[in-house]
């Protein structure tokens, strides 16, 4: 088990960039695909990017391909999300999680989830 707590969300305009943090505890972070994901109202929690225990494969949405970067730094056991060009419809509370074994985009093959930072852009 690993223990998952995001920080970095708020408020932004349209166009403009955050970065989210993903913290996690336990000794065998390095062991972890690493995954963020994102709900909005009234919509299913979907697959937004995705990374290998190494940090060497990732994978993204079609829809924040070119826009989100996902990386991880296994000596400070943190993953984070560098989002860019904002827009509206990425509004959403975002969540990290944590699965032993290969990237996935799969949200059912996470068992490790954190509690989850909102993320809002202004038009």
């Known amino acids: 088990q690993v223990q998952l707590v995001e920080s970095g969300g708020g408020l932004v305009q349209a166009g403009g960039s955050l970065r989210l943090f993903c913290a996690a505890s336990g000794r065998t972070f390095s062991s972890y695909a690493m995954g963020w994901f994102r709900q909005a109202p009234g919509e299913e929690r979907e697959f937004v990017a995705a990374i290998n225990w190494s940090g060497g494969s990732t994978g993204y949405a079609d829809s924040v391909k070119g826009r989100f970067t996902i990386s991880r730094d296994n000596a400070k056991n943190t993953v984070l999300l560098q989002m860019n060009s904002l827009k509206p419809e990425d509004t959403a509370v975002y969540y990290c999680?944590?699965?032993?074994?290969?990237?996935?985009?799969?949200?059912?093959?996470?068992?490790?989830w954190g509690q989850g930072t909102q993320v809002t852009v202004s038009s």
């Open positions: 999680a944590a699965r032993v074994g290969s990237l996935s985009m799969n949200i059912y093959r996470y068992d490790n």
